[in-house]
Each structure stands twice: as structure tokens, then as C-alpha cells.
């Protein structure tokens, strides 16, 4: 297994995160490719322990063009590739003095979009500027980034971007965790405030995963209440509270899998920064009234690594990711990460 190759790691130098949790104006954009990209389809090992000094993903997906996995970092602001055998390789080189934690793909036009943000990082590194949230698209053959959105224009107090998902016409809706606001991105870097709700208030970590379904509604929810909510894409403000057999405290990341199934994931990690959290699992919900409801199908409880963060989907099955953000949290290091099938 080899190690990370970070050509830009002094721009993170002296970070000295004890905590993590989960700008600027529009550049080029790169235009919608004529032609998919190509796929690649290895068989995927049931589990990948891979070695990258201090990494500590808390985001990721699946690449198919790489046959591989592109994961964010808390630690270093970069995006990086994480293939079968372990080996990591980084791709988009660190953003700033940031995280990147949510990750999605925009293969049409050959792109992939992360959301950034200071928010932990300022906690122990001087101010530089005022706080940043903000959207990344990069080319995903080369890494290279072009477009770069400011989540949160002309805000002064603490902002997250946190999650994000994508539509079918590849509109970005991303969460901030410490606002009531979701926005949206279009492709070409427009950027509007879509959707602002009190429900959605929170000092740390409220409004986190969030996942797009094709008959037209977003699914999110707040790590800290353990409230999943359904927004219509065209009424917004008939944002309602999806009936649950219990709360999901502590979710982190989910996905809509090839059933209509949502996939979740959850966690305790936040109650090393004090926000109320749920059990390390992974949890499959499931609805027959077009998520007015859902209900439990399936659940590994407890999921057997500390910490997941999230699910990605692959021809080899569904993956979990492991990036140890807790040891980061508690103050420890660890060079590990683990990508285990569910």
C-alpha cells in the first residue's frame, strides 16, 4: 500500500486539527462532453485499508471512469483517488487552509463537485479572511479545478458546507450544517439560496446528508435531531417531515440506492465537539407512500469500524467509508482508512 503523494501538503503546514467534522467567483467552466466517459469495471475487494498520512476522508464516491474511489480530506483540503489495492494517489490538489467533505459526480460533463469549508479549521489556525463555505467542480480525468462558487457571499459568522447532492440536470443542493439555508449551484455557477427554513437552525451540526430522488424531491437530515425532511425540487416551501419509526441521530451521509431504497449511514462522532449523535451502523430505509414515511428494511448495528461516515455504490456492491475523523476528533493521528462493503 502506498502512500499519499501530497505536493501541496505545506499549504495545510501546522494545522494541528483537534477537531473536524464533518471562494470565490466563478472561473472557467468546462462545457458538457458529447460523449460518456469511459467505465471501468474492476471486481472490488470486500474490504480496502489504505495508508495516507493524516487524511481522514469523511466524504467519497465512486469514480467508474477509474474503476476507483475519489475521497475528500479533513485534514488537507484535497480530493484523492483511492484504487482496489489500496494505493492512494491524490487528484485535486488542497483547495486552502479547508476540508472537503461531500462528493459527488457530474458525468455528463466529465466533473466532479465537492463542497469545502473552514469551519473547523478556523477553530485552531488564526482567522485568514473571513469564513469560507464554498463548491468545487474539477475535471475529473486531470483533477484540475474550474469553478470555484462561495457558498456564502458576503457572511461573516460561521458557515459548513457539509453534504451535496446532484439533480439530473446537474444542479448542486448543498447543506450548511450551521445555517437554515440550503443553496443550489447551477452549472454554470449560479448560485441561488433555495431553500431557508428555521427547521434547519443549528449552532454545529444540523442539516448534514442530503440526496436527490428522481421524481423530483430532495431527502435531508439533520445529524443532530435525527429529522429527515422531503423537499419538491418545484415547491420548496412544502418542505415536509418524513414520518420515521424513530429519529435518525447522528446520520452522516446517504444515498438512494438502485431500489429506491435509502441508505443510511450513522455515527457518534459528534459528541466529541458536544452535538448529541447517534451508533456507529449503516441503516436501509425503504417507502411505499413517496416519502411521506419509510421504515426500517435492513441495519448493521454496529457497523464493526468506528466512525463511518458515509455509502458509495459500486458494480462490486455497496461501500462504506471509515476515515477515522473520530480519532481526529479526540486529538489522536492515524494514517489509515477503510473502505469495507456493506
Given at each position: 500500500m502506498s502512500q499519499i503523494q501530497l505536493s501541496r501538503r505545506s499549504v495545510l503546514a501546522g494545522a494541528?486539527?483537534?477537531?473536524?467534522?464533518?471562494?470565490?467567483?466563478?472561473?472557467?467552466?468546462?462545457?458538457?462532453?458529447?460523449t460518456?466517459?469511459?467505465?471501468?469495471?474492476?471486481?472490488?475487494?470486500?474490504?480496502?485499508?489504505?495508508?495516507?498520512?493524516?487524511?481522514?476522508?469523511?466524504?467519497?464516491?465512486?469514480?467508474?471512469?477509474?474503476?476507483?474511489?475519489?475521497?475528500?480530506?479533513?485534514?488537507w483540503g484535497n480530493v484523492s483517488v483511492v484504487t482496489g489495492e489500496g494505493k492512494v494517489t491524490e487528484l485535486v490538489p488542497p483547495l486552502g487552509p479547508v476540508s472537503t467533505l461531500g462528493i459527488q459526480l457530474d458525468l455528463p460533463r466529465n466533473q466532479g463537485v465537492v463542497a469545502y469549508s473552514d469551519f473547523w479549521?478556523?477553530?485552531?489556525?488564526?482567522?485568514?479572511?473571513?469564513?469560507?463555505?464554498?463548491?468545487?467542480?474539477?475535471?475529473?480525468?486531470?483533477?484540475?479545478?474550474?469553478?470555484r462558487i462561495d457558498l456564502d457571499p458576503g457572511n461573516t459568522g460561521p458557515t459548513f458546507a457539509n453534504d451535496l447532492t446532484l439533480d439530473a440536470d446537474?444542479?448542486?443542493?448543498?447543506?450548511?450544517?450551521?445555517?437554515?439555508?440550503?443553496?443550489?449551484?447551477?452549472?454554470?455557477?449560479t448560485l441561488t439560496k433555495w431553500r431557508t427554513d428555521a427547521r434547519f437552525a443549528a449552532k454545529i451540526v444540523g442539516a448534514n446528508g442530503i440526496t436527490y430522488h428522481p421524481d423530483g424531491f430532495l431527502l435531508v437530515a439533520r445529524y443532530d435531531t435525527g429529522v429527515l425532511y422531503r423537499i419538491p425540487l418545484d415547491a420548496p416551501e412544502q418542505m415536509t417531515e418524513v414520518a420515521l419509526p424513530r429519529p435518525i441521530t447522528g446520520v452522516d451521509g446517504m444515498r438512494l440506492n438502485s431500489c429506491g431504497e435509502l441508505?443510511?449511514?450513522?455515527?457518534?462522532?459528534?459528541?466529541?465537539?458536544?452535538?448529541?449523535?447517534?451508533?456507529?451502523?449503516?441503516?436501509?430505509?425503504?417507502?411505499?407512500?413517496?416519502?411521506?414515511s419509510a421504515s426500517v428494511r435492513r441495519q448493521t448495528n454496529p457497523w464493526p469500524l468506528s466512525g463511518p461516515t458515509t455509502v458509495a455504490f459500486t458494480p462490486s456492491g455497496d461501500y462504506i467509508l471509515s476515515g477515522n475523523v473520530g480519532v481526529l476528533l479526540s486529538g489522536g493521528t492515524s494514517n489509515e482508512l477503510t473502505i469495507s462493503r456493506f
Open positions: 494541528g486539527l483537534a477537531i473536524v467534522a464533518m471562494a470565490g467567483a466563478a472561473a472557467l467552466i468546462a462545457p458538457a462532453s458529447a460518456a466517459p469511459t467505465v471501468a469495471d474492476p471486481a472490488l475487494p470486500a474490504s480496502i485499508v489504505a495508508v495516507a498520512p493524516e487524511l481522514y476522508p469523511e466524504g467519497f464516491t465512486y469514480d467508474p471512469t477509474r474503476g476507483a474511489f475519489l475521497v475528500g480530506s479533513a485534514r479549521i478556523r477553530q485552531k489556525l488564526p482567522a485568514q479572511g473571513p469564513p469560507m463555505s464554498a463548491l468545487a467542480r474539477f475535471d475529473l480525468a486531470t483533477g484540475e479545478v474550474l469553478q446537474g444542479n448542486a443542493y448543498v447543506t450548511n450544517s450551521v445555517s437554515q439555508t440550503i443553496v443550489r449551484v447551477t452549472p454554470d455557477g441508505v443510511v449511514v450513522t455515527n457518534s462522532i459528534g459528541e466529541a465537539v458536544g452535538v448529541p449523535g447517534g451508533v456507529d451502523a449503516v441503516t436501509v430505509y425503504g417507502s411505499a407512500d413517496g416519502w411521506t
